[in-house]
């Protein structure tokens, strides 16, 4: 059973940084590619960051939004997910989600129940 726990959300003031986790558990972790995504009141999830699957390299793609703030990490070993945010801003104020990845990396199959993150001063 595919189980993503999200943690490490809450209250940060505009230039925080926050540093999310997800511990997961059910699958090979390292046989897929993860992702961060997000979901602000009123507008669509969105991905805001995604990490191949390791095999000789680990690439990552970052939403323009959140390029050069956030970094999108994960350790094999601990079968755990980070998102490491700099420099929030009340635009990141959402719902940010960890997701499983297909084999073929295509589309998001599994998500955890999110973690909320607020920005605001």
């Known amino acids: 059973q595919v189980q993503l726990v999200e943690s490490g959300g809450g209250l940060a003031q505009p230039g925080d940084s926050l540093r999310l986790s997800c511990a997961t558990s059910?699958?090979?972790?390292?046989?897929?590619?993860m992702g961060w995504f997000r979901q602000a009141p009123g507008k669509e999830r969105e991905l805001v960051a995604h990490?191949?699957?390791?095999?000789?390299?680990?690439?990552?793609y970052y939403a323009d939004s959140v390029k050069g703030r956030f970094t999108i990490s994960r350790n094999n070993a601990k079968n755990t997910l980070w998102l490491q945010m700099d420099t929030l801003k009340p635009d990141d104020t959402a719902l940010y989600y960890c997701?499983?990845?297909?084999?073929?990396?295509?589309?998001?199959?599994?998500w955890g129940q999110g973690t909320q993150v607020t920005v605001s001063s």
């Open positions: 997701a499983k990845f297909n084999f073929d990396g295509t589309r998001a199959d599994y």
């Open positions: 059910g699958f090979t972790f390292s046989g897929y590619a």
């Open positions: 990490i191949s699957k390791s095999v000789s390299s680990t690439y990552t």
